[in-house]
Nanobody, 126 residues
């Protein structure tokens, strides 16, 4: 089926950096709005960041603003989430999602996305 595929997670020390990648399986990701989400056990799913299909809009959760940056490389059909200044509370599974529901807009509401990746684990610990 149509499925985004995340990669780039791993173990990093507090204050370190990771870059997550979201690539496409079975479709052209360049034509989709893309969102990054995370969910800790027992907590509500959080919309971390998103980018519109035409790259005209980006949004960031207050918890990551100034530390995370979302970007798109159309030549590689890939969306990145650059994560700097990582904190232990950033330890969670991160999910990439894609949607064709909007143009010139993106949403951090998870139920608006049709296609979801399997997730990649980020662990921030000394």
């Amino acid at each position: 089926q149509l499925q985004p595929v995340e990669s780039g997670g791993g173990l990093v020390q507090p204050g370190g950096s990771l870059r997550l990648s979201c690539a496409a399986s079975g479709f052209t990701l360049n034509n989709y709005a893309v969102g990054w989400f995370r969910q800790a056990p027992g907590k509500e799913r959080e919309g971390v960041s998103c980018i519109s299909s035409d790259d005209s809009r980006t949004y960031y959760a207050d918890s990551v603003k100034g530390r995370f940056t979302i970007s798109r490389d159309r030549a590689k059909n890939t969306v990145y989430l650059q994560m700097n200044g990582l904190k232990p509370e950033d330890t969670v599974v991160y999910y990439c999602a894609a949607s064709r529901n909007w143009n010139g807009y993106c949403s951090t509401y998870g139920k608006e996305y049709e296609y979801w990746g399997q997730g990649t684990q980020v662990t921030v610990s000394s």
